[in-house]
């Protein structure tokens, strides 16, 4: 039974997201927007409960202020309570738009205090005019009294007061279970997105990143030259990661057949030219033997022998290659490169740069006899010595010649050297590395820079230093 494959896995992954989170959210929207409701309704219970509280405090300033003006007989007392009925309704006001449902009862409240404070205003002016008696007996009066009205109103506002404490105290019950709700609902339902990231992170971990670093292993192994082309990735699923472990491992097969192509027709390329080679040294030694004046054969002999010695050459490197597998080399892969010969279109009639020129064409002609000759690993460090340091001075001369000639594009061709020269030091850290292709890379280079850069780089500057007879050879 083929197992379920990681694209399966992630699609069912994917929609069970998409079909979890909003199970999981919209609860917990509902749990918070309850949460929400819930303070706002704890809020105006406070504030209406503190509100009715300030009210029931300032109806016993009215009754006081009013009620010890039959001892002070100050009549500042009537101002203060005055300022304390104006709080009072202020809070009944308040508590009214706090709770709209009991207005009615509210605006009740507002007209008994009223009425408490004209009795009491009442009953002050005739403790001032007419004497203790006629006070205390406005005081006393039966319903209509400041003792009854205040008993009254006191009672009201309390039972106000104490019915807002009541509901209070249960909302304070019905928040702390919501709260609680809500935690939990959140609780759980991070639980299952963390659990939800934590499969795929399994998935990931034990499923694809295995395999991937043990690709990864056998990629680098192959461009290092040192892969065992014999060992196999194992296929342990029937998924996307076990089609590209089968895949690499017919890729690895195909690439086993090649190199093994390859090293049979190196042998044989290097077995054929021992042969050619020994024959032909028999040959010219018949030849020779018989005394006969056969100038050309022995020339032609000659070179025959010396062609086949480099062929040897080749297969032994070729052979080198394979036996280090290292395949797709700069130096397998790019075209044959020709020496340069100097003529005049490489001449820029200034003397000084054309025998430095010279010097450089000379360097190049080197290297690839020494390429050619199958000994550029044993001259190439001083060739390259020599380039750089020759490179360096020959920049330095022309520098020079732009400074003293106020050659107006003088950092344009300083940047070109510079870019030059960097190429040079990586081509020698290459060589240092003990990289086989950097010889073919370095010849390339050079014919490159001879043929591009002094045929039209230099060239724009020839006229220039000419004409400002600048003191130079030309």
């Known amino acids: 039974m083929k197992k379920l494959s990681i694209y399966m896995m992630l699609k069912i992954f994917t929609i069970t997201i998409f079909i979890g989170l909003p199970l999981i959210i919209t609860p917990l929207s509902i749990s918070l927007n ?6 706002s309704r704890y809020v105006i219970l406070v504030k209406s409960n503190l509100a009715l509280k300030d009210a029931r405090f300032h109806i016993v300033q009215i009754q006081q202020f ?28 308040q508590f009214i738009a706090l709770v709209p449902e009991k207005a009615a009862e509210g605006r009740r409240l507002i007209k008994d205090v009223r009425s408490l404070h004209e009795v009491g205003v009442v009953m002050a002016n005739a403790y001032l005019e007419q004497g203790r008696e006629a006070g205390n007996a406005i005081m006393q009066r039966p319903e209509t009294g400041l003792d009854a009205l205040s008993l009254r109103l006191s009672r009201e506002v309390e039972s106000l007061v104490y019915s807002s404490s009541e509901e209070l105290s249960d909302f304070n ?24 990231v934590l499969a795929a992170i399994l998935i990931i971990y034990f499923r694809v990143l295995p395999p991937i670093l043990q690709l ?37 097969g195909e690439l086993r057949g090649l190199v093994a192509e390859v090293v049979g027709t190196s ?9 050619l ?14 005394g006969l004046d056969t100038k050309s054969l022995v020339g032609n002999a000659q070179r025959a022998v010396a062609a086949s010695h480099r062929i040897d050459i080749m297969a032994n490197a070729l052979q080198r290659q394979m036996d280090g597998f290292e395949l797709g080399s700069a130096a397998m892969s790019e075209a044959p490169v020709e020496t340069v010969v100097w003529s005049k279109g490489l001449a820029t009639k200034i003397d000084d740069i054309d025998d430095q020129h010279k010097r450089l064409i000379s360097i190049y ?24 340091e020759y490179t ?76 400002s007879r600048v003191p130079v050879s030309g």
């Open 365 to 388: 002609n080197q290297l690839h006899e020494a390429l050619r000759t199958g000994q550029g690993p044993e001259v190439m460090g001083h060739i390259l010595e020599s380039l750089v």
């Open 277 to 290: 080679g020994h024959s032909t040294e028999m040959t010219l030694k018949a030849v020779s033997e018989l």
């Open 34 to 39: 309850n949460l929400k409701d819930s303070y």
């Open 392 to 467: 360096a001075t020959h920049f330095e001369f022309e520098e020079a010649l732009f400074s003293n000639s106020d050659y107006p594009d003088t950092e344009q061709h300083k940047a070109q050297h510079a870019t030059l020269l960097a190429q040079l030091d990586t081509l020698k850290e290459r060589h240092t590395g003990g990289s086989p292709e950097v010889m073919a890379d370095i010849l390339v280079f050079l014919r490159n820079w001879l043929l591009n850069h002094i045929m039209r780089s230099d060239m724009d500057y020839v006229d220039h230093v000419k004409d």
């Open 267 to 275: 042998k044989r390329i290097f077995v054929t030219s021992e042969q």
């Open 173 to 196: 019950f019905v928040m702390d279970k919501t709260v609680l709700n809500s935690i939990t609902i959140v609780s759980l339902g991070l639980g299952c997105i963390i659990l939800m």
């Open 66 to 93: 009013l009620t010890d003006v039959g001892v002070t007989a100050d009549r500042k007392v009537f101002a203060e309570a005055e300022m304390s009925l104006i709080r009072a309704q202020v809070s009944f006001d």
């Open 216 to 252: 990864r292993q056998s990629m680098r192994a192959i461009a290092s030259g040192k892969a065992d082309l014999t060992a196999k990735l194992p296929i342990q699923s029937e998924d996307e990661i076990g089609d590209i472990c089968r895949h690499f491992n017919e890729f690895v």
